[in-house]
């Protein structure tokens, strides 16, 4: 792990600080596979306690801050929560508090949620932090399915759906029940082509203007990744409707 971490101490209530180090170790040796090392940000990076009542990710010039809003020993909760800040620490982007395209980043940030909640449940059943603890694995999946199979984050038609309510994403990046349908419906594909996630490295290059359509922003994006990820970027715009 090329990424110097400082988890501090004595903030997480009944949880013992070696425990959630093992969790957040977790969740960054699984979502660190996704990636592209040689395009990960040079940074430090602190967890910690929220003192407001929702986690997020304080990006400064050397290191990125991430605050939890959880404590004792509810690892799932733990799970969800830094590998949605950790993909925000990956990407490594800048948005003005009114951007355009912010949305998207946070729909992308909770399907990291999701796909290593499952894959954290993968492999805890067969090699767990500690031995006592596979019988987590089932409970880091079942957080995960309470989002993929909540009826309300599906819609049927999704290309539809996300063309009629592109200017309620444009004002407000933090609608979590549009970036719930847009990360449910990323899920499987995502899930199971890791070499997608190499293409959002390249979000933090994109030139947004203020009136950016979505087709020119994939087709931005297009120019920016490298040609062996051609497939995946095409597959991305098929997701999209574009």
């Given at each position: 792990?090329?990424?110097?971490?400082?988890?501090c101490?004595?903030?997480?209530?009944?949880?013992?600080?070696?425990?959630?180090?093992?969790?957040?170790?977790?969740?960054?040796?699984?979502?660190?596979?996704?990636?592209?090392?040689e395009?990960?940000?040079?940074?430090?990076?602190?967890?910690?306690?929220?003192?407001?009542?929702?986690?997020?990710?304080?990006?400064?010039?050397?290191?990125?801050?991430?605050?939890?809003?959880?404590?004792?020993?509810?690892?799932?909760?733990?799970?969800?929560?830094?590998?949605?800040?950790?993909?925000?620490?990956?990407?490594d982007?800048?948005?003005?508090?009114?951007?355009?395209?912010g949305?998207?980043?946070?729909?992308?940030?909770?399907?990291?949620?999701?796909?290593?909640?499952?894959?954290?449940?993968?492999?805890?059943?067969?090699?767990p932090?500690?031995?006592?603890?596979?019988?987590?694995?089932?409970?880091?999946r079942?957080?995960?399915?309470?989002i993929?199979?909540?009826?309300?984050?599906?819609?049927?038609?999704?290309?539809?759906?996300?063309?009629?309510?592109?200017?309620t994403?444009?004002?407000?990046?933090?609608?979590?029940h549009?970036?719930?349908?847009i990360?449910?419906?990323?899920?499987?594909?995502?899930?199971?082509?890791?070499?997608?996630?190499?293409?959002?490295?390249?979000?933090?290059?994109?030139?947004?203007?203020?009136?950016?359509t979505?087709?020119?922003?994939?087709?931005?994006?297009?120019?920016?990744?490298?040609?062996?990820?051609?497939?995946?970027?095409?597959?991305?715009?098929?997701?999209?409707?574009?």
């Amino acid at each position: 792990m090329s990424t110097n971490l400082c988890v501090c101490p004595n903030v997480w209530g009944d949880a013992n600080d070696e425990n959630v180090k093992a969790v957040i170790h977790s969740c960054i040796e699984i979502e660190y596979s996704w990636f592209c090392q040689e395009q990960m940000p040079n940074k430090d990076l602190i967890v910690t306690q929220s003192p407001n009542e929702y986690p997020w990710i304080c990006k400064q010039q050397d290191k990125n801050i991430i605050f939890l809003h959880t404590r004792d020993r509810y690892w799932s909760q733990y799970a969800y929560q830094f590998s949605h800040e950790l993909c925000h620490h990956v990407i490594d982007a800048e948005y003005c508090e009114k951007a355009r395209y912010g949305w998207f980043e946070e729909s992308i940030c909770e399907l990291a949620s999701l796909c290593c909640l499952y894959q954290m449940a993968d492999k805890w059943e067969m090699k767990p932090p500690y031995w006592n603890w596979q019988s987590y694995a089932s409970a880091l999946r079942e957080y995960a399915d309470e989002i993929i199979q909540n009826p309300s984050n599906h819609v049927d038609d999704f290309n539809k759906w996300l063309l009629s309510n592109l200017d309620t994403l444009y004002l407000d990046r933090y609608n979590r029940h549009f970036n719930s349908i847009i990360a449910v419906h990323l899920f499987p594909t995502f899930n199971e082509h890791h070499q997608m996630w190499k293409v959002m490295q390249y979000l933090n290059k994109i030139e947004i203007s203020v009136d950016m359509t979505l087709n020119e922003y994939l087709n931005n994006l297009s120019t920016i990744v490298p040609l062996e990820l051609e497939l995946e970027m095409n597959r991305l715009k098929e997701l999209l409707g574009c």
